[in-house]
């Protein structure tokens, strides 16, 4: 009876550790990674179209304060004088790469329409296709 089973000590911790690990890699496995964007876009049931080669689709977003964000969401336009300049420039630098721009809108559920509207009046005058992207409600 005086002998003690000297593995117990150190298989105890193994044990521990390994649970704690299947426990990482199961929050890891469930939980969502993307970008977080501070755009929130309103829900609808229809699905947006297929994309269509030798075009390249420009993402602009409309905040509630009437201000667009424009390059992956890192500038933020606040005129329309200066949105005019960046729709012509970069239409203008995409057309020299024999590539069509497509604008899509992301609007922020809680912001005006007329905001969003503008940037489509915009596009629709200088003849580049635009459309208002949505989420598709489940």
């Known amino acids: 009876m005086s002998k003690k089973r000297k593995y117990f000590k150190g298989g105890m911790m193994i ?5 704690v690990f299947i426990l990482l890699f199961g929050f890891i496995a469930i939980s969502k990674v993307e970008k977080m964007s501070r755009i929130e876009l309103p829900k609808s049931e229809t699905v947006a179209g297929r994309p269509l080669n030798r075009e390249t689709v420009v993402f602009i977003g409309v905040l509630p304060n009437g201000h667009y964000l ?6 933020d336009i606040g005129d ?3 949105l005019n300049y960046y729709l012509r420039t970069k239409r203008d630098a995409l057309a ?3 590539v ?22 915009k596009c629709q005058k200088m003849n580049v296709k635009v459309g208002i992207e949505v989420i598709k409600k489940s």
């Not at 044990?15 to 649970?19: A, E, S, T, W």
């Not at 922020?108 to 940037?119: E, M, S």
């Open 96 to 98: 020299a790469n024999g």
């Open 100 to 121: 069509r721009m497509r604008v899509r809108v992301r609007a922020n559920h809680d912001a005006a329409v007329k905001h969003a509207f503008i940037l489509v009046k």
């Open 70 to 75: 424009v390059e992956n969401e890192t500038i």
């Open 80 to 82: 329309e004088k200066s």
């Open 15 to 19: 044990r521990l550790v390994d649970v």
